[in-house]
């Protein structure tokens, strides 16, 4: 089934988004985010077997990764968002039920992804 990435948008700095997949059938999901010009970069994980959260260092404490069982929906809630954090942002699943922390933040760890929201933070 094919993840859908939703919630992006044009906020000013300062301001907040929540972004959402679907569906996350309770598998590792993470989201990773691609500027222009850059390369994707992981930005938050919930991992299946225990819902432990990994962040990236600079938006921990800003950006928090959820799920919602019912809704079978995982959640980037994006709080203080900067100029720095435009970039196309995509929600993934890895299967591996054995993914360890070493491994959560490696794209190749991911097996599906969805079609990208674009966030820009600009005044």
């Known amino acids: 089934v094919q993840l859908q990435a939703s919630g992006g948008g044009l906020v000013q700095p300062g301001g907040s988004l929540r972004l959402s997949c679907a569906p996350d059938?309770?598998?590792?999901m993470a989201w990773f985010r691609q500027a222009p010009g850059k390369e994707r970069e992981f930005v938050a994980a919930?991992?299946?077997?225990?819902?432990?959260?990994y962040y990236e260092a600079s938006v921990k404490g800003r950006f928090t990764i959820s799920r919602d069982n019912a809704r079978n929906t995982v959640y980037l809630q994006m709080n203080g968002l900067e100029p720095e954090d435009t970039a196309v942002y995509y929600c993934?699943?890895?299967?591996?039920?054995?993914?360890?922390?070493?491994?959560?933040?490696?794209?190749?760890?991911?097996?599906?992804w969805g079609q990208g929201t674009l966030v820009t933070v600009s005044s």
């Open positions: 059938n309770r598998y590792t």
């Open positions: 919930i991992r299946r077997r225990d819902n432990a959260k």
């Open positions: 993934a699943v890895s299967h591996n039920n054995g993914i360890i922390s070493s491994q959560i933040r490696d794209p190749n760890e991911y097996d599906d």
